[in-house]
């Protein structure tokens, strides 16, 4: 199954697929908003930040207070976060305008991919370090994992984990601000997609993706949606 929207960068689209066949979860209905944290200092840069615990730029809090206003109309009842620090002060802006959230959780299952010794490099100090190994990550990230790091099928088995704890857990509509690889690898588990279409997918920064489950099925009807951030930022 493709992304088709991924290249061209559409907010809607719809897909099912079935997931958990637990007959009480089956019985359910789940929201479930996913956002990226709002831009760092690094994110400005080019480096990959991974596990390092970068913080929110001025911009990526400005970005954060516009979605403020987006969350306050879905009215969240439960929140997962990451517990780095830019995902994590990302809820806390914004969360600011919608304040009966009834609870709130750090998940270290969401923390961003581990990208081990690339952390901190810009692309083209990897390529210049590391030869190669770098374009045929790009190419096929199931097939090449950064030294040090964590592959594709160790994230997503930990963001597999993370989708079995809200799924469980979460009082919907959920809100989980995370980070761009784990957004990525949750919609690769939940609609059952190949590694090829992991850089196929945009994840702006503070987006949303707005995931349904209905009688076991899961469908996409938000995809890279930011149209909440103010061209001024």
Known sequence: MGFPFCSLGSKRGFWNNNLEKSPRLEASVLEMY??????????????Y???SDVPLSGRG?????????????IKPRSVFF???SRARETAKIALQVWEKVERATPLESLQEWDFGLWEGLSVRAIEETY?????????????????????????RARVRGALKTIQETG??????????GVVRA???????????????MRVSNCSIFWVSRRNGKFSLSLYNDDSHIKAEV
């Open 131 to 155: 030869g190669s190994a770098y374009a045929r990550w790009r190419e096929n990230p199931e097939g090449e994992t950064p030294q040090g790091g964590e592959s594709l099928q160790e994230l």
């Open 82 to 84: 990451s517990p780095l």
């Open 34 to 47: 996913f956002v990226r944290h709002g831009e760092t200092e690094w994110n400005a840069l080019g480096r």
């Open 171 to 180: 009082l919907s509509p959920v809100l989980v601000v995370t980070h761009g």
């Open 61 to 73: 809090r400005a970005q954060a207070a516009f979605l403020a206003e987006r969350v306050a109309s």
């Open 49 to 51: 930040q991974g596990r």
């Open 186 to 200: 949750a919609l690769m588990e939940l609609f059952n997609l190949g590694g090829a279409s992991f850089w196929k």
